[in-house]
C-alpha cells in the first residue's frame, strides 16, 4: 500500500514523459512559432507596463509610479483625446454593424450580375488603408476639394447650393473625425458584410417557409426569425469591429491631425513630446479600455440573444 | 381576394428601394477609387485649378505622373523596400507558421486547443499598443531603421494567419496519407516536407500572397520603425510626401501603385479571404 502511493508520481510523470516522447516532433516543430509569439507578446506586455509605472529623473529611475497616470489625467489635451475616443468609438462601431448588415442585405438574394456586385463590394477591402486615407484627404480638400465643389453647386448636374462658402473639414474636430470615421467604415464594410452573409445563408430555407405557412409578414419574420438567427454573428461584427474602432490609427493620423484620438495621441506622445513613458501609459489606458469594453459588449449581447430568442 | 401588387408594368416598391440601395452603396465604394485613378492621370491645370471647380474627368489625361515615379530615386528605393519586407515577412512567417499549424491539427497534445486559440488572437492584440515597446526594444537591438526590423514587426502580424490558413487546409488533407508514408517507413519529417507540403502548397500559396500583402499595405509598424531613417516603404513615403508637399496627382499615382497589385491578388485569394473574414480571422 505505502509503496503504491509513494509510486503515483512517478508512473505520472512517467505518463507525462510518455506523452512527450510520443509527440516530441509536434512539439518541436510548434516551439518556432509559439515562442515567436508569445516571446513577442510577453516583450511587449512587459514593456508597456515597466515604461508606463517608470519614472526617470536625475536621480535614476523610480519604479512602480503613477506619476505619467496622475499627469496625463490633468493633459487637457489627453482629456480631449480620451473624449473623442469614447464618442468617435459609441458612433463608429454601431455604424460599422449598420452598414455591413445594410450592405449584406442588399445582396444576399438572388439577381442578375450578383457576383459582379458582390466583387464590386468587396474591393474596399483590396484598398490599403493609408491609400483610402489620402484619397479622402483629397476628396475633402479645403478650399477647393470634390465634395467642397459638389455642396457649393459648381457642378452642373447638381446646382443646388447647400453650403455659401467651403468647408474646412480639417479645421473641425467633429467634421474632420467624421471623415475619419466614415474612411474607416468604408475600408471595413466588406468584412462586416461578409459575416454577416455567411450569418444570413446559414439560416435555413424551411424557418421562413414554416413563417410563411403560419403567416406571418415581413416584418414578423425579420423580427422574429431573421434577427434572432443572426445575432452570433452580429456579436461577432460588434466585437471585432469595437476592438477595430477603438485603436484606429491611420484615418485619424492622416485626415484629424489636430484632433488626436488616444491612438494618435501615442504617436504625438512618442514623437513630439518624446516621452515613450507617457505614450506607454496612454497605450495602457487604450488597451483596458478594449479589455473592459470587450467583455462589456460579451454580457450585453448575452444578455440580448436570451431576451430575444424564445424558445 | 388578395391582390399581390405585382402586374406587368409596375414596379414594386421594395424593388425600387432595393435598387437604389445597390446604386448608392456601388457608388460609395467606387467614388474613392475613381477618384484616385482620376487623380492619377490628371493634368497639371485639372489639379491646380485656380478657383474653378475641379473637373469630374481630367481636361488632358496623361501618364506624366507614372513616367515621373519611373524617375523618382525615392519611389524606386521604397518600393523594393517594400518588397523586401513583405517577402521577407512572408518567409519567416511561413517557415515558421507552417509546421505549427501542422502540428496543431495533427497533435492531440493536452491544451491543444487553447494554445490554437492563443496564437490566432494574438492578432486582437491592438497594434498601436505594442507599436511603442517594439521600437523601445528593437532600438537596443538596432534593428530600428532596418529593413528587417519591419519584417520582424510584419511577421508577428501575419504568423496568426498563416498558422489560421494553413490549419485549414491541413484539416482538410486526409491524415491517412502521412500515416500511410510512415507505415511505408517514412520518417515524421520526411512525410512533412515531401508528401504534407506538396499536398498542401496551393493552399499555402494563398496564405503567402495574403501575408505578402498584410506587410506591402502596413502603415503603422512600418512608421515607428522607419520614421527618421532614409529608408521608407510605399506607405510611409506616401505619408511622408503628404506631409511634405501635398501634390495630389503625385499622391495619386503612388496610391494606384500601390494598390494595384493588393486590388489583383485579393481577387486572387478571395476564397480564402471570406473563410478567414467569417471565422473572425481577418481585421
Known amino acids: ?311 | 381576394m388578395i391582390s399581390t401588387g405585382i402586374g406587368i408594368g409596375k414596379i414594386r416598391p421594395t424593388k425600387a428601394i432595393w435598387f437604389a440601395g445597390i446604386v448608392l452603396m456601388l457608388f460609395v465604394v467606387l467614388a474613392p477609387i475613381f477618384v484616385m485613378v482620376k487623380y492619377s492621370i490628371s493634368d497639371r491645370l485639372s489639379v491646380v485649378t485656380g478657383g474653378l471647380p475641379i473637373p469630374l474627368w481630367p481636361y488632358h489625361p496623361t501618364m506624366e505622373q507614372f513616367q515621373g515615379l519611373a524617375a523618382m530615386d525615392s519611389f524606386i528605393m521604397s518600393a523594393f523596400a517594400s518588397m523586401k519586407v513583405a517577402l521577407l515577412s512572408a518567409v519567416i512567417s511561413l517557415v515558421m507558421g507552417t509546421p505549427a499549424a501542422y502540428a496543431l491539427v495533427r497533435y492531440r497534445f493536452p491544451g491543444m486547443m487553447i494554445l490554437a486559440t492563443l496564437l490566432i488572437s494574438v492578432r486582437l492584440f491592438p497594434d498601436i499598443v505594442s507599436v511603442v515597446p517594439i521600437v523601445e526594444t528593437f532600438i537596443k537591438l538596432r534593428l530600428v531603421n532596418t529593413l528587417l526590423g519591419v519584417a520582424m514587426a510584419h511577421a508577428l502580424l501575419s504568423m496568426p494567419y498563416v498558422i489560421f490558413i494553413a490549419m485549414g487546409v491541413f484539416e482538410t488533407i486526409p491524415r491517412d496519407l502521412d500515416e500511410q508514408a510512415q507505415i511505408l517507413g517514412a520518417s515524421k519529417w520526411y512525410s512533412f516536407t515531401r508528401i504534407m507540403l506538396p499536398v498542401a502548397l496551393p493552399g499555402l500559396a494563398a496564405a503567402a500572397i495574403y501575408v505578402f500583402l498584410l506587410s506591402w499595405d502596413e502603415f503603422i509598424l512600418a512608421y515607428f520603425l522607419l520614421a527618421f531613417g532614409n529608408v521608407s516603404t510605399l506607405p510611409v513615403l506616401l505619408q511622408k510626401i503628404l506631409s511634405w508637399t501635398p501634390q495630389h496627382n503625385l499622391l495619386a499615382a503612388i496610391s494606384v501603385m500601390l494598390s494595384v497589385p493588393v486590388i489583383v491578388f485579393t481577387f486572387m485569394v478571395q476564397k480564402y479571404m471570406q473563410t478567414g473574414a467569417t471565422a473572425g480571422a481577418v481585421k
Open chain 1, 1 to 311: 500500500m505505502t509503496s503504491y502511493s509513494s509510486n503515483l508520481p512517478a508512473v505520472k510523470n512517467k505518463g507525462i514523459m510518455v506523452a512527450i516522447r510520443r509527440n516530441i516532433f509536434g512539439i518541436i516543430i510548434l516551439a518556432p512559432a509559439a515562442l515567436y509569439l508569445a516571446g513577442f507578446l510577453l516583450i511587449i506586455l512587459f514593456k508597456v507596463v515597466q515604461l508606463a509605472l517608470t519614472l526617470t529623473g536625475p536621480q535614476g529611475d523610480l519604479f512602480p509610479t503613477a506619476h505619467h497616470f496622475v499627469r496625463l489625467s490633468k493633459n487637457p489635451e489627453f482629456q480631449g483625446a480620451f473624449l473623442r475616443t469614447v464618442w468617435f468609438t459609441l458612433i463608429g462601431t454601431p455604424l460599422e454593424l449598420i452598414i455591413g448588415m445594410a450592405a449584406a442585405f442588399l445582396v444576399v438574394g438572388e439577381f442578375k450580375g450578383r457576383g459582379v456586385i458582390r466583387s464590386l463590394m468587396i474591393l474596399p477591402l483590396a484598398i490599403p488603408s493609408i491609400v483610402t486615407a489620402i484619397m479622402l484627404y483629397i476628396i475633402f480638400d479645403f478650399p477647393g476639394g470634390h465634395v467642397n465643389d459638389l455642396l457649393m453647386g459648381r457642378h452642373a448636374f447638381f446646382p443646388f447650393q447647400v453650403i455659401s462658402h467651403p468647408l474646412d473639414w480639417r479645421g473641425s474636430g467633429f467634421f474632420s473625425l467624421m471623415v475619419a470615421m466614415f474612411g474607416k467604415v468604408w475600408r471595413d464594410m466588406p468584412i462586416s458584410m461578409l459575416i454577416i452573409l455567411a450569418g444570413l445563408q446559414a439560416i435555413g430555407k424551411d424557418q421562413y417557409e414554416a413563417a410563411k405557412t403560419l403567416g406571418a409578414n415581413a416584418f414578423q419574420t425579420f423580427f422574429r426569425i431573421t434577427l434572432p438567427l443572426l445575432t452570433p454573428a452580429m456579436a461577432t461584427v460588434l466585437v471585432l469591429r469595437s476592438i477595430e474602432v477603438w485603436k484606429e490609427f491611420i484615418f485619424p493620423f492622416i485626415l484629424a491631425g489636430s484632433y488626436p484620438l488616444l491612438a494618435t495621441l501615442i504617436d504625438q506622445a512618442y514623437h513630439e513630446w518624446r516621452n515613450p513613458n507617457e505614450a506607454c501609459a496612454i497605450a495602457f489606458i487604450l488597451l483596458v479600455l478594449i479589455i473592459m469594453s470587450t467583455v462589456l459588449i460579451f454580457h450585453v449581447l448575452k444578455w440580448l440573444r436570451r431576451r430575444l430568442v424564445r424558445v
